[in-house]
């Protein structure tokens, strides 16, 4: 994850001194680092073409489904439907593959038999306890999890470089807990599970982005039996949209809770335990808890870490953050990069 951050970090697109939308920077790190999680590939000509159809389809989950979309593929919808077909193709292509390679491997996957560690997540699925799965939906599963990976972790890491740049205490307070693990190692030493470890300013920052982002609002349930909160009842059937931004910025639990400020979870015992409490739940809860919310703190650290140690930044235009009919920022966030010169990138 280190070395493939770094990577894409040093890539050409990042001039010396260039204007950036980091939105779309995040989200082609993203998505190159979601596909090699998902099947193993490295960024290339394939991810590129996939990516361009990945935007299309992306864009068709908030428009209008006309009936009888797929003949009009001048809509939105349309578009996106045959971007799907597309999407699914590819990757349904790279799963028969591997199946193939199974079953020439007389039903094991390579000569490492015994190990413990899957090597993707495409592995992950045709190694599942009684291999029930159906290519078709191995191929729905990689799609769903390219959206999981791919479109929130992007905004949460730009949310993220907002925040801070508004808020300069807290950005000061970050480089300085980078800039100690920097110097702790040598020169381009990459970093560890222990570097990770030793971020416990950046874990917060990384909460308070999330608890003022909300970059998932909330959750649609159904109720399987009548409920009863409070003085209402919710009908069994029923069908409601539990609100996460609802609960992360009630002042009853967050003193100021419009205010970005990543202290409140160094000093606050309730927070340590608001997972607990049900007052922080931005990967959801319970059976449907988000799998990758590690993964994405995982991310996002590293991210920042090469971020604040390696350039400083600043905006070139006010941009601010829009909820509907997703959580991202109206521009994409555009700032001016300059790498600082002591860093070897
Ligand atoms: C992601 O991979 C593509 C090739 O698939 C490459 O062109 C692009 O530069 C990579 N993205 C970044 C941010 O490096
Ligand atoms: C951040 O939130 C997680 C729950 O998602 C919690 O376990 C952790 O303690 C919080 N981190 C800090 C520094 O408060």
């Not at 299309?56 to 799907?84: E, H, M, N, V, W």
């Not at 999890?145 to 907002?162: D, F």
């Not at 979870?265 to 919310?293: E, H, M």
């Amino acid at each position: 994850m280190d070395a493939a951050a770094l990577l894409l970090l040093a890539a050409a697109v990042w001039e010396p001194s260039a204007t950036v939308r980091l939105l779309d920077e995040a989200k082609k790190i993203t998505f190159n680092l979601t596909v090699k999680q998902l099947v193993s590939i490295e960024p290339g000509p394939w991810t590129e073409s996939l990516r361009r159809e990945y935007v299309k389809l992306i864009d068709g989950f908030f428009s209008i489904p006309f009936p009888l979309a797929y003949l009009l593929p001048f809509t939105t919808y349309g578009q996106a439907l045959k971007a799907r077909k597309k999407v699914a193709g590819a990757l349904r292509e790279v799963i028969k593959k591997r199946m193939e390679e199974k079953a020439e491997n007389g039903g094991s996957i390579g000569d490492d038999e015994g190990k413990k560690e899957k090597k993707d997540m495409v592995e992950e699925l045709l190694e599942a306890e009684g291999g029930s799965f159906s290519e078709e939906e191995m191929v729905d599963f990689c799609l769903s999890l390219l959206v999981a990976g791919y479109e929130t972790t992007s905004v949460l890491m730009t949310l993220a470089v907002k925040f801070l740049t508004e808020t300069p205490a807290a950005l000061a307070e970050l480089k300085e807990e980078h800039a100690n693990i920097r110097d702790m190692k040598g020169e381009n030493q990459p970093l560890e599970w222990s570097d990770y470890k030793s971020m416990p300013f950046t874990q917060c920052v990384i909460n308070e982005t999330l608890r003022v982002g909300n970059i998932i609002s909330g959750v649609f349930r159904r109720a399987n039996t009548d409920i009863h909160y409070k003085d209402y009842t919710i009908p069994k059937g029923c069908k409601i949209f539990a609100s996460f931004r609802g609960v992360h910025l009630n002042s009853e639990h967050y003193e100021n809770a419009r205010t970005f400020n990543p202290w409140r979870w160094q000093i606050s015992d309730k927070l340590q335990n608001a997972v607990g409490a049900n007052i922080f739940t931005p990967f959801g809860g319970g059976p449907r808890l988000c799998p990758g919310y590690e993964l994405a703190r995982v991310v996002v650290s590293i991210f920042l870490h090469h971020l604040v140690t390696r350039f400083s930044w600043e905006e070139t235009e006010e941009d601010k953050l829009v909820f509907f009919p997703t959580t991202r920022t109206l521009k994409g966030y555009p700032i001016n990069l300059r790498l600082l010169s002591e860093s070897i990138c």
